[in-house]
């Protein structure tokens, strides 16, 4: 199964480590992975191709150039699956990927801050993927939300 992972950037954080395992793991299990994020201290440990996605932080108007990044992604490396990381690159990667339909996709939410579980809960449901909380704290968040 040839894995793409989209994740906002690769920078030292909590969820760049679960993206680091993953594609270890996959590569490991012998899957063809790749990743779609901004480059970052990670970027070197990845041992996978890497294809540029721009940052979009809270500027929803960059919401688009990343879409197109991912879109871009997904033609040249062919995924079968596209696993987006944290609620933005949910947004990206249902709209490179037609709500997660083609190629298939989901999103895994490891935590926001709690001000934003309103906000990321409303973004989740209009991306349409089906999505994964890293843990009952999360899950509990979004279900409220």
Do not use: K, W
């Not at 989209?6 to 969820?15: D, F, K, M, Y």
């Not at 990343?66 to 699956?81: E, G, H, I, M, T």
């Amino acid at each position: 199964m040839r894995i793409l992972h989209v994740i906002q950037e690769l920078n030292v954080g909590g969820a760049e480590r679960v993206v680091l395992a993953l594609v270890r793991g996959s590569r490991a299990a012998g899957h063809p992975v790749a990743v779609a994020a901004a480059p970052g201290a990670f970027a070197n440990d990845l041992g996978a191709a890497l294809f540029p996605v721009p940052l979009v932080r809270r500027r929803l108007s960059r919401l688009p150039l990343a879409v197109r990044a991912v879109a871009r992604a997904c033609r040249n490396f062919r995924p079968d699956l596209v696993h987006a990381h944290n609620p933005v690159m949910a947004a990206a990667a249902s709209g490179a990927t037609r709500r997660g339909r083609r190629p298939r996709g989901l999103a895994t939410i490891q935590g926001v801050p709690d001000e934003d579980y309103a906000r990321a809960a409303r973004v989740l449901r209009l991306a349409g993927l089906p999505v994964v909380a890293c843990g009952p704290g999360v899950a509990a968040a979004l279900v409220e939300h």
